[in-house]
T-cell receptor, first 114, second 113 residues
Framework: DGGITQSPKYLFRKEGQNVTLSCEQN?????MYWYRQDPGQGLRLIYY???????QKGDIAEGYSVSREKKESFPLTVTSAQKNPTAFYLC?????????????FGSGTRLTVV | AQSVTQPDIHITVSEGASLELRCNYS??????LFWYVQSPGQGLQLLLK??????LVQGIKGFEAEFKRSQSSFNLRKPSVHWSDAAEYFC???????????FGKGTRLSVIA
C-alpha cells in the first residue's frame, strides 16, 4: 500500500547534538512538507519542497535543515541551533492537481531533548 | 497571506448529541478548505475538502461541512457523535497548486457518555 513512513516514532537527543528525522513516501507525490506541532499551537510549517533538488523555508525554519535529493525522500535535520526542539514532527506530501489537492500525512516523530 | 481561526480550543459533547466545530478563514481569493482529524500521537487524516461547487460537502465518518463565503466560515458538523469521534480537529486553508496549507490551532473534542 502507498503511504508516508516517518522514522523513528520516538527520538531522544542530547542538547548540542544534531539529529535527522526520516520521511519517505511511495505515493509518487511531487511535493513534501515538514510541520512542527506543539500543544495548543497547531501545525507550523518548517520547510517544503515542490520538486527534487529544490526547497523553501516555511514560517519557523531557523535551526532546521532539509534536503530533497530523491522524489521519495525529504529528511529533516534538527540542528543544535534550534533552541527548543522538543516537539511532534509531521511530514506530509501532496500531488498537484485540483481534485487531488490536499495532504497525506505520516504518523509523526516525537523528538525529546534530554 | 492565508490564516485560519478555530475559536474553540476544547469542546465536550454527549454521545449521540450533534456537533458543530467552527472555522473562520482569511484569504483574498477562492480558498481551498480542509478538515483533518488527529488521534493522539498520530498523523492527520483528511475528513473532507472544499474547492468549488456545492457549498455543503460530505466527508468520511458521517461528517459534513458548509462553506459560507459571506461569513468566511467552513464549519464542521455531525448529527450524532460517537465516542470514537473524540480527537483533535484541524481546519486548513490553501491556495492550490501544491502550495503549503495553513492550519488552525485545532479544537479538541471530548465525548462523554
Amino acid at each position: 500500500d502507498g503511504g508516508i513512513t516517518q522514522s523513528p516514532k520516538y527520538l531522544f537527543r542530547k542538547e548540542g547534538q544534531n539529529v535527522t528525522l526520516s520521511c519517505e513516501q511511495n505515493l509518487n507525490h511531487d511535493a513534501m512538507y515538514w510541520y512542527r506541532q506543539d500543544p495548543g499551537q497547531g501545525l507550523r510549517l518548517i520547510y517544503y519542497s515542490q520538486i527534487v533538488n529544490d526547497f523553501q523555508k516555511g514560517d519557523i525554519a531557523e535551526g532546521y535543515s532539509v534536503s530533497r535529493e530523491k522524489k521519495e525522500s525529504f529528511p529533516l535535520t534538527v540542528t543544535s541551533a534550534q533552541k527548543n526542539p522538543t516537539a511532534f514532527y509531521l511530514c506530509a506530501s501532496s500531488i498537484e492537481g485540483i481534485l487531488d489537492y490536499g495532504y497525506t500525512f505520516g504518523s509523526g516523530t516525537r523528538l525529546t531533548v534530554v | 497571506a492565508q490564516s485560519v481561526t478555530q475559536p474553540d480550543i476544547h469542546i465536550t459533547v454527549s454521545e449521540g448529541a450533534s456537533l458543530e466545530l467552527r472555522c473562520n478563514y482569511s484569504y483574498g481569493a477562492t480558498p481551498y478548505l480542509f478538515w483533518y482529524v488527529q488521534s493522539p500521537g498520530q498523523g492527520l487524516q483528511l475528513l473532507l475538502k472544499y474547492f468549488s461547487g456545492d457549498t455543503l460537502v460530505q466527508g468520511i465518518k458521517g461528517f459534513e461541512a458548509e462553506f459560507k463565503r459571506s461569513q468566511s466560515s467552513f464549519n464542521l458538523r455531525k448529527p450524532s457523535v460517537h465516542w470514537s469521534d473524540a480527537a483533535e480537529y484541524f481546519c486548513a486553508v490553501g491556495a492550490g497548486g501544491n502550495t503549503p496549507l495553513v492550519f488552525g490551532k485545532g479544537t479538541r473534542l471530548s465525548v462523554i457518555a
